[in-house]
């Protein structure tokens, strides 16, 4: 393995190999990074700790018809689908086995035998196959594909797991056609083995030995579902963003021009058109003109409801607002205090990525299971995002459409 603290260079080029076991094997989850083999030789973690049992629940995502073309063992019996989508198989837990590949075990419908099943394999002539994915990184991507979904294609009923397969399966076949057998990273569709100068490491797969030595897996081995702390942490941020972090809009109002069509309807009407819409609108709608954002304030009464509802945030699908409320203390001024930059905040926790240096120090109590969720609904957004301006460019060309706005609208 080399010495621990050889150059950065030599470090990358022999670490490798250990990434390459993980890679090689297919065992990693394509959302996460993460391997199903926790036990595999890449780290020294305890894989019984309580912490990292949802590493444990994964499931096999696929076509119908991928299950024989992928099964190993015959028989007749089939595994339980738990999918109720037309032509789409989600299995029940599996069990994995790395045995010369990377192999994965279902129960049959009666669960008295095993079937096996080789996922992630290509050949020449298939046109899908079979993903092995974590149940935590199936629940965040379905939550942010069904959230951008409903932002772009709002009238599109396409169930978001079927989305979810096509789009994995689209990358997937793509990568295998392009790249040559041998080339290790050909499963690796969403680039986490790479990492970035600002953000560090994409997934534990682009982490070198300092870091696995330094303990720095532990965030990507968080659980992003079940988070702790995840309201405390809320509350921190908000007692920390009092009113000197106010962000204050001084709109002039250019008079010359006559209002114009939605202009002309008086403030109270407006407002309750507004209790009908989904808070990426109305700030889509705040922002067509000088007098609509002066007719729809964006002040802290609305972040604060938008934040508090779960309106504005989708990722932050599980805030008890309820349970925040129990961390006021005497000091603390009252929850919903407009004393609070309740906007900042909404803001600040807009993002997604978070720079390994330099960042808002509100960040600082972030629990690692929520940097996590932040990670995977990342990597969705990025696929989706590529893939609908692929689809954008096929059906109207190099128009200039760029709607990446508003794909990112929210607090400015
Ligand atoms: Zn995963």
Redesign the pocket.
């Known amino acids: 393995m080399g010495n621990l603290w050889s150059s950065q260079v030599d470090e990358d080029e022999e670490w490798e190999n250990d990434v390459h076991y993980s890679m090689e094997s297919g065992t990693f ?1 394509v ?2 990074g ?1 391997s199903f083999d926790l036990s595999g030789g890449v780290c020294n973690l305890n894989p019984k700790d309580q912490r990292y049992q949802w590493l444990c629940n ?1 499931r096999l995502l696929g076509q119908i018809e991928d299950m024989n073309t992928h099964r190993l063992t015959s028989g007749h019996t089939e595994p339980l689908n738990t999918s109720n989508i037309n032509g789409i198989f989600l299995s029940e837990r599996a069990m994995f086995q790395l045995a010369g590949q990377a192999d994965f075990r279902l129960q049959d419908e009666s669960g008295t035998d095993d079937i096996w099943y080789n996922a992630l394999w290509y050949s020449q002539d298939s046109e899908s196959t079979l993903f092995p ?2 149940e ?2 199936l629940e965040t991507s379905v939550r942010a594909l069904e959230h951008l979904r409903s932002r772009r294609e709002p009238t599109d009923s396409e169930p978001a797991l079927k989305i979810l397969y096509h789009v994995l399966n689209k990358r997937f076949l793509y990568r295998h056609r392009a790249a040559g057998q041998d080339d290790f990273a050909v499963n690796d569709i969403f680039d986490l083995r790479h990492r970035s100068r600002l953000y560090g490491p994409c997934s534990v797969m682009g982490m070198n030995r300092i870091e696995w030595c330094g303990g720095h897996y532990d965030r990507f081995y968080a659980d992003p579902v079940d988070i702790n702390g995840l309201d405390s942490f809320i509350f921190e941020v908000l007692l920390s963003s009092s009113s000197q972090d106010k962000l204050v809009e001084i709109i002039p109002l250019a008079t010359a021009q006559e209002p114009q069509g939605i202009e002309r309807l008086p403030v109270e009407i407006l407002d309750t058109i507004c209790d009908y819409l989904p808070t990426q609108t109305i700030v889509k709608l705040h922002r067509t003109s000088k007098r609509m954002a002066l007719k729809l304030q964006l002040d802290d009464a609305f972040w604060r409801r938008s934040l508090t509802t779960g309106s504005l945030h989708a990722h932050l699908w599980d805030i008890d607002t309820e349970n925040m409320k129990t961390f006021r203390q005497p000091s603390n001024v009252n929850f919903s205090s407009d004393d609070w930059g309740w906007r900042s905040v909404a803001k600040l926790l807009a993002t997604k990525q978070f720079p390994i240096t330099g960042r808002d120090p509100r960040l600082n109590g972030m629990p690692p299971g929520f940097w996590n969720r932040c990670r ?1 609904w990342h990597t969705i957004e990025r696929a989706l995002d590529l893939d609908y301006f692929d689809k954008l460019k096929r059906e109207h060309g190099d128009s200039g459409i760029d709607f990446r706005d508003e794909i990112r609208a929210g607090p400015t």
């Open positions: 989850c959302m996460c993460n994964y994915l974590h935590a990184c995977i």
